[in-house]
């Protein structure tokens, strides 16, 4: 009988764990035509895990999602916000101001943890952040980079 109660706390911890609820909290950075994706984090623990583009410098829009079981957390967290993101760091205006993530996420009791990341996130049909490493595509006659010399 004795070795019943270990398992039994075990399987009480484990109930316990499981009908803890999931904060399902989700953030996805856009550029400022919803068009490439430069960012997407996730809330676990009260820590937002969030990756990055770290080679674009621009306006974006981050977008917060909830799931239905989280719809009343985080009270004033928007869906939508406008923001800078510069060689990686994301900042967010709340307000009338341009605050810091950390700053941003410290009202809601989140912290951020910012993974960069080395290539954006893109969706079929989408347009992707042209790459500094491409010809100009919109000039009608492209030169090559090495012509060849004509021969004699």
């Known amino acids: 009988m004795k070795t019943f109660y270990p398992h039994l706390k075990l399987w009480l ?5 499981t009908s803890a609820p999931v904060q399902a909290v989700q953030l996805v950075v856009w550029d400022p035509q919803l068009q490439t994706k430069l960012g997407y984090g996730e809330v676990s623990g009260g820590k937002l895990t969030l990756q990055l583009v770290p080679d674009y410098s621009g306006p974006v829009v981050a ?46 009791k989140l912290t951020p943890s910012i993974q960069n990341s080395v290539r954006t996130f893109s969706l079929p049909g989408l347009k992707t952040a042209p790459s500094s490493t491409q010809p100009n595509s919109t000039s009608p006659n492209p030169t090559p980079p090495n012509p060849t010399p004509p021969s004699k």
Do not use: H, I, V
């Open 63 to 108: 977008l917060f999602s909830r799931d239905a079981t989280e719809k009343n957390s985080y009270p004033g967290l928007m869906p939508r916000y406008s923001g800078q993101l510069r060689a990686g760091a994301l900042s967010l205006e709340d307000g009338g101001s341009l605050l810091t993530l950390s700053k941003f996420l410290s009202g809601f």
């Open 13 to 17: 911890l484990l109930a316990a764990l």
